[in-house]
C-alpha cells in the first residue's frame, strides 16, 4: 500500500501470536500505512483476566505470549499514535461467574455484612473474569 492511504488498520487475534519485535513493528508500519486521522485497532484476549491469562489464552498452542493492555498503549505512543483508548470486550457469562449473595433473602440484621462481602465478591471477580478481551484503539493525528 502506498505509505499515508489507509483511514483504518484491524487486527482481530493477530498479536498474540507474534514476537514483541514483530508486534512493535506492525504499529510502525501501519502508523507509516495509515493517513492523518487513520485509525489502528488492534484486540486481543485480556491478560487482567486470571482466568484468560492462566487458562484459556493457552488452549491455543500457537499463541506466543499475552499482550498487556499497557505494554501496547506503549508501543502505540512510541509509534506517534494519539487519543488512544483501551475498549474492554467480551465479558464472561454470569453464569460462568462468582455468585452474588441476594441480600433481600437475608434477615435485616445479615444485610450489611452480606454487601461488603459482595462487594469484595466484585472486585475477586473482576480480577478472575473481567473481559476476556480487548481491543486497542489509535488514532493517528492529523497534522
Known sequence: MEEGSLGGIVSFHVI????IGSLDRL???AWRALRPGGVLILETPS????VVAARNFWLDPTHVRPVH???LKLLYELAG???????????FPAAER???IDLAMLPESARLLADQVNRLRDQLDDILF???DFGMVGVKPER
Not at 47 to 50: A, D, F, H
Open 16 to 19: 498474540e501470536h507474534l514476537p
Open 27 to 29: 504499529v510502525r508500519l
Open 47 to 50: 491478560p487482567l483476566s486470571v
Open 69 to 71: 493492555p499497557e505494554s
Open 81 to 91: 499514535f494519539t487519543r488512544i483508548e483501551r475498549l474492554d470486550l467480551r465479558p
Open 98 to 100: 462468582l455468585p452474588e
Open 130 to 132: 473481567g473481559e476476556q
